[in-house]
C-alpha cells in the first residue's frame, strides 16, 4: 500500500451514453465505478469525485473505504473534480495519483508500476501510464511542488495544461496493451469491449 493519495475522477455527466450511466454500468455484477475504487483502494487512500448528492453512485461505493467527494460544479467539468479532491489530499502527501474511472483493463499492479516509476526516477515531476507503444494515458502522478496548480485549474480540459507546463519532466511508463488508454464513453464501446474482453 501506498500514502500518495488516489483521485478518482467520477462526477463526469455521461453524456455520450444516451441516457445510460456508464459508471453504473455492471460488470460481473459489479459497477464499473465500484470495479474502479476498488482496484485504486487495493493500492492507496481513495478520494472519489462525484455529483452532487442525491445520485447512484454514492450507493455504488457503499461498503468501500473510500472518501466521496462531491463536486458542486460537476457541470463545469473535469477541472472542479480535481478542485474539489485537492481540497482533500492530505498537506503532508508527497504525491497524488489522478485516475479516471472508466478505464476498465487498468489493473493493481499497473497503478503499482506507475507509482514504482517515481520511485525509480525521482528527477521527474510528472508520471504517467501510457500505451505499449507509449501514447500517454492513466494513471497520472503529480509531484506535491504542483498542487497548488492542479488546484487552481478551472474548465474542462483536465490537468492537460500543468503537464504541458511541465512536459521536460513527465516520465512516461509503459503499461500492457492499451490499459492506460481503452476507456468505455458510449453504448458501441461497451459492446466492443465486451465482446473482446478476455475471462477473468
Known amino acids: 500500500m501506498t500514502d500518495v493519495p488516489i483521485i478518482l475522477l467520477a462526477a463526469g455527466q455521461s453524456s455520450r451514453m444516451g441516457g445510460e450511466d456508464k459508471l453504473m454500468q455492471p460488470i460481473d455484477d459489479t459497477p464499473l465505478l465500484k470495479r474502479s475504487a476498488r482496484t485504486a483502494r487495493a493500492v492507496g487512500p481513495v478520494l472519489v469525485a462525484l455529483p452532487p448528492k442525491p445520485h447512484p453512485r454514492y450507493e455504488a461505493l457503499k461498503g468501500l473505504d473510500v472518501l466521496p467527494v462531491p463536486v458542486a460544479e ?32 487498468l489493473t ?3 497503478l503499482r508500476a ?9 528527477e ?9 507503444n507509449g501514447k500517454p494515458g492513466h494513471p497520472v502522478v503529480f509531484d506535491q511542488s ?9 474548465g474542462d480540459e483536465g490537468a492537460q495544461k500543468v503537464v504541458q507546463a511541465h512536459a521536460q519532466k513527465v516520465y512516461l511508463h509503459r503499461l500492457p496493451d492499451r490499459n492506460a488508454l481503452l476507456d468505455l464513453d458510449t453504448p458501441q464501446d461497451w459492446d466492443a469491449w465486451k465482446k473482446n474482453r478476455a475471462p477473468e
Open 146 to 154: 504542483l498542487f497548488d496548480q492542479l488546484s487552481g485549474l478551472r
Open 124 to 132: 521527474n515531476l510528472i508520471w504517467r501510464g501510457a500505451t505499449a
Open 108 to 110: 493493481q499492479l499497473d
Open 114 to 122: 506507475v507509482l514504482q516509476a517515481r520511485d525509480a526516477h525521482p
Open 74 to 105: 460537476a457541470a463545469e467539468g473535469v477541472n472542479a473534480s480535481l478542485r474539489a479532491a485537492m481540497r482533500h489530499v492530505p498537506p503532508g502527501a508527497e504525491a497524488v495519483m489522478v485516475l479516471l474511472a472508466d478505464l476498465p483493463n
